[in-house]
């Protein structure tokens, strides 16, 4: 399937969550201020690919 198909697929009503690589994790924390440590980020995307949201709680 497509990236454009897939982004079709659910059109607004479809998201998904991928775990941030380690690098742009830090890089992001840096740019914020924050301190990392060993959490993990996580980013929530629409359905087109879009980053809508990161958090460190993947809200299981």
Do not use: C
């Amino acid at each position: 399937m497509s990236e454009h198909d897939f982004a079709a697929l659910g059109g607004h009503e479809l998201a998904y969550i991928t775990e941030l690589p380690r690098e742009e994790a830090l890089e992001l924390a840096q740019n914020l201020g924050v301190e990392l440590g060993q959490s993990t980020l996580y980013a929530l995307h629409a359905g087109d690919g879009t980053r809508v949201a990161v958090t460190d709680d993947r809200g299981e």
